[in-house]
């Protein structure tokens, strides 16, 4: 009997992390939990990091009741290594990978739906390599996969091999993409329910990805105080709503701000005294959730702007400053890649006219957007049941792969 392992590890990540196991979870407790007990495939465990291993923003308890599935806690390294004895394991966060021993088979479900403007070639490569298989919805973000470990495996070929403290396994491997459609995508746009934007009732979201993987050059965080004073200047009746994402921003058990960000929670606590309708979205809920209260979204680069597309059919806002797309070529590349699918401002005036244009969109025209998406950059006609059953069962061998040599076979 195969024993199938799920690992949230997304340090101070809620539900929107969570979401990405969850839905794998629930696809594989439809393969394999029709099987009568005797003749019973699959062994499922779902497993969180907690205690002195990593917060990752929500307890056991709460994870157990969104999932409404056991939850077996990692507190300390002896409940980790318990994981080994599985045969493969999912992952939500892929930095734990490098220290499973070959004989696991580590999976690791890629966040967003989007290609992002991702720092320079070889930044995340260390981790990225290590995984036997990655879970990729997007032809965007399987180029990306492709070119980063096509050119580090060519270029550098050993030289990454002790790059993380105390691996267990090296860089040098086969490493399969597994083409599916969007894992955390619960609920599509249904056209059954559109609403127009309310012109007098406006919500703005600003939800910056991590400087950590765009790089602090890119991060609207250089212009974080700009923005939403520009914004609250000329719309203002609109309700702003900041989310950052969990590992850059949160809020304590005290209810007070914490940032590694210099200056980024004093200027929130300053804009929420200053700005009567800016506000901080509480962290508990799930992105989707958080999608639902908002009309406009404005990114910097996170994949969440293409997961806001999906559920409201309105193109996200990337706000990147243009000299930082003209210095540097990974971001310069993501606007040519992105420029026909989302909307992009490179300076505050461009920024505004493009929230008006958001406002005035008609039906078709927002439609048009979420159409076009679907249609050039997901891969939806893929079988994601089969798929994730063809991982367990080691039918992989007409997968596209990455080969030890950085050789891309995409069939």
Not at 241 to 258: C, L, T
Request: some cysteine.
């Amino acid at each position: 009997m195969k024993k199938i392992a799920l690992l949230s590890c997304t340090p101070n990540g809620g539900k929107t992390y969570l979401d990405y196991l969850k839905n794998v979870l629930t696809y594989l407790l439809e393969i394999y939990n029709n099987t009568p007990p005797q003749q019973k495939l699959c062994q499922i465990d779902f497993f969180q990091l907690n205690g002195e291993m990593m917060d990752v923003g929500l307890t056991i308890s709460e994870t157990e009741n969104y999932l409404q599935y056991k939850v077996k806690a990692i507190n300390n390294q002896t409940d980790f290594f318990k994981l080994f004895n599985y045969d493969v394991v999912f992952f939500n966060q892929p930095f734990l990978i490098p220290y499973f021993p070959d004989k696991v088979f580590c999976v690791n479900i890629l966040h967003g739906n989007a290609l992002t403007p991702s720092q320079p070639k070889e930044n995340y490569f260390s981790w990225l390599a290590y995984q036997d298989a990655f879970i990729c919805p997007s032809y965007s973000v399987l180029k990306a996969c492709y070119d980063e470990l096509t050119v580090c495996r060519k270029k550098h070929n050993n030289k990454f091999e002790n790059l993380v403290y105390n691996q267990k396994r090296s860089h040098i491997r086969k490493t399969f993409a597994a083409k599916t459609q969007p894992i955390k995508q619960e609920n599509f746009f249904n056209i059954n329910d559109y609403k127009n934007v309310d012109k007098d009732n406006l919500t703005i979201a600003i939800f910056p990805a991590a400087p950590q993987v765009i790089g602090n050059d890119v991060s609207l965080f250089n212009s974080f105080n700009l923005i939403i004073e520009s914004i609250a200047k000329n719309f203002p009746t609109t309700k702003i709503i900041f989310r950052s994402h969990a590992i850059n921003f949160y809020k304590n058990d005290n209810g007070e701000y914490i940032s590694h960000i210099n200056g980024l929670a004093k200027a929130v606590q300053k804009l929420e005294q200053i700005i009567p309708n800016f506000y901080v979205d509480t962290f508990k809920k799930s992105s989707s959730e958080f999608f639902n209260q908002c009309d406009i979204l404005i990114t910097d680069g996170s994949s969440g702007g293409v997961s806001f597309l999906l559920n409201k059919a309105m193109p996200p806002i990337y706000y990147i400053p243009r000299n930082v797309v003209k210095t540097k070529i990974n971001v310069h590349n993501f606007v040519a890649l992105q420029k026909d699918k989302v909307l992009f401002a490179h300076s505050i005036k461009e920024l505004i006219k493009q929230i008006n244009h958001c406002i005035n969109l008609t039906k078709e025209q927002r439609i048009n957007y979420f159409n076009n998406y679907c249609e050039n950059d997901l891969f939806l006609e893929v079988d994601t049941k089969q798929v994730l059953k063809n991982i367990i069962e080691n039918n992989i061998k007409n997968f596209p792969y990455i080969d030890e040599k950085g050789n891309v076979f995409d069939f």
